[in-house]
């Protein structure tokens, strides 16, 4: 008896020996795989992929990388059947532009036309919720190539090859491109003529880094209605080799080129056109007509990149207006006097603001060239001038006002309210500030009635608003 209990304890001892073994394996075999998990190979701590300017890393990883990187919480591409594969390829939309991630300029792209007008209305509603009404976008019939205004910035890649395109969004990496879906095609071939000039001149492109170099940017603006072309080379130095004979063969591949200026720019800064300028060929502006009236483009005249679009706005903002031919106008933030000098033609007389020195130059030159006595232009602030007339007594009927995007200021608004105008016509490129300074002017007992939207820039997220202001009686 005592034998068997003996017996029966060596057995269960065995027992429990058998279960802590294989407890044991399996133990070993979790931790076998904690450590294939968790420690990865010596391949894996090496960098997936090198950053390359303007591509992303992911662009660059292989397929093998990525299901190894799936071990460590990285993004897993899973194995497909053929048929799976072949279901993705249908699915998987192909952008229209081949660059347009990388640049970030068009983020609308790829969105239908119709889609992004609504999109851009339904914004400026949400904005404008509770100050005025909104009415249907203004869009485009052909909503592509439609910048007059084209600039590249010229660099090398990594392999030393000419470059020509855009910066990345929020970088100063330089994005290849050689056809833009918003941009004049003339423009394009003409920088692509450019790019392949320079190796056979012997003409390098401008380094950031490093300060040698001599191209930095290329400007072209093209007159929608003349068809005139100004090709602006920015370089770093005012030294350029060889410039006539680079001129000439320029012209004999693009005769349609009617100036080319070489402007100076060696800052360093973010900005692309420097101070000073050279003409090498030509006259050194371009002319355009825009409603009916003729306006002299210089390389740094804010002009509308749009003309299509501009003639709609334009139109709209007068009509708004509703001008009689007595009334005094000022048009604030004029730049080279486009608006100011069609409305002349139904005002009593208009008086333009202008900070911009050589914007102003050009206005007056505009004026002149049109033949209209009834304008005058004044460089100063906007809201400084106003003030100063406001305080002299002055008056004006109606304002029609333009601000950049950080939209106006509240001196000037005030400014307005002072002068006792009856009628206020803002032309916003900003939603968020426009919003900002109806509120602002409803203070001042000035109602906004209506507001306009205008795509002046499709593919993109901007919108363009006229907005009609009247003063309330009292």
Do not use: W
């Not at 075999?29 to 992911?58: C, F």
């Not at 869009?139 to 910035?153: I, L, Q, S, W």
């Not at 603006?221 to 004979?245: Q, W």
């Not at 006097?337 to 050589?358: C, F, H, P, R, Y």
Request: hydrophobic share 35%; aromatic share 6%; with cysteine.
């Amino acid at each position: 008896m005592q034998e068997k209990n003996v017996q029966g304890k060596k057995k269960q001892e065995k027992k429990v020996q058998g279960n802590k073994s294989q407890e044991n394996r399996i133990q070993g075999k979790q931790v076998q795989e904690g450590k294939n998990q968790g420690i990865p190979k010596r391949e894996n701590k090496r960098p997936e992929s090198r950053a390359v300017k303007g591509v992303r890393p992911e662009q660059k990883q292989r397929p093998e990388q990525k299901q190894k990187a799936a071990k460590f919480g990285k993004p897993v591409l899973k194995q497909q059947s053929g048929q799976n594969v072949e279901k993705g390829k249908k699915n998987a939309k192909k952008s229209m532009c081949p660059v347009m991630r990388q640049c970030g300029g068009c983020q609308m792209l790829d969105m239908p036309y119709a889609e992004q007008l609504k999109t851009k209305r339904k914004r400026l509603e949400t904005l404008l919720k509770g100050i005025c009404p909104v009415k249907d976008m203004i869009g485009m019939e052909d909503p592509f190539y439609y910048r007059n205004k084209v600039h590249a910035v010229f660099d090398r890649d990594r392999r030393g090859n000419i470059i020509s395109g855009i910066y990345q969004e929020n970088t100063h990496n330089v994005v290849p491109v050689e056809k833009c879906m918003i941009e004049d095609q003339k423009a394009d071939e003409i920088i692509g003529t450019i790019r392949g000039m320079l190796k056979s001149f012997k003409i390098r492109t401008f380094d950031e880094d490093t300060g040698y170099g001599l191209l930095r940017h290329v400007l072209i603006r093209r007159g929608f209605e003349s068809g005139e072309i100004m090709v602006v080379l920015v370089t770093a130095s005012p030294v350029f080799p060889s410039k006539n004979n680079f001129v000439k063969a320029l012209r004999e591949k693009h005769p349609e080129i009617t100036t080319i200026v070489q402007n100076i720019n060696g800052r360093g800064t973010s900005m692309v056109l420097g101070e000073k300028e050279h003409v090498l060929y030509g006259k050194g502006y371009i002319v355009d007509t825009l409603c009916g009236c003729s306006f002299r483009i210089s390389s740094r005249s804010f002009y509308q990149v749009n003309p299509v679009q501009t003639e709609k706005l334009y139109t709209k903002a007068l009509e708004l207006a509703g001008l009689t031919g007595k009334e005094t106008v000022v048009d604030a933030y004029c730049g080279i006097g486009t608006i100011g000098i069609i409305a002349s033609k139904k005002a009593g007389n208009v008086i333009g603001v202008e900070l911009n020195q050589d914007a102003v130059r050009d206005a007056i030159n505009n004026a002149k060239m049109n033949q209209i006595s009834n304008i005058r232009f004044f460089c100063n602030d906007a809201g400084r001038f106003l003030v100063n007339m406001a305080e002299a007594g002055e008056k004006a009927d109606v304002v029609i006002m333009d601000p950049p995007r950080s939209g106006s200021t509240e001196e000037f608004m005030d400014s307005i309210a002072k002068m006792g105008a009856k009628k206020v016509v803002y032309v916003s490129c900003n939603p968020e500030t426009l919003a900002r300074d109806l509120a602002y002017m409803k203070k001042l007992g000035y109602k906004a009635k209506e507001a306009v939207g205008f795509d002046m820039f499709p593919a993109t997220e901007h919108v363009e608003t006229v907005v009609l202001m009247s003063r309330v009686s009292k």
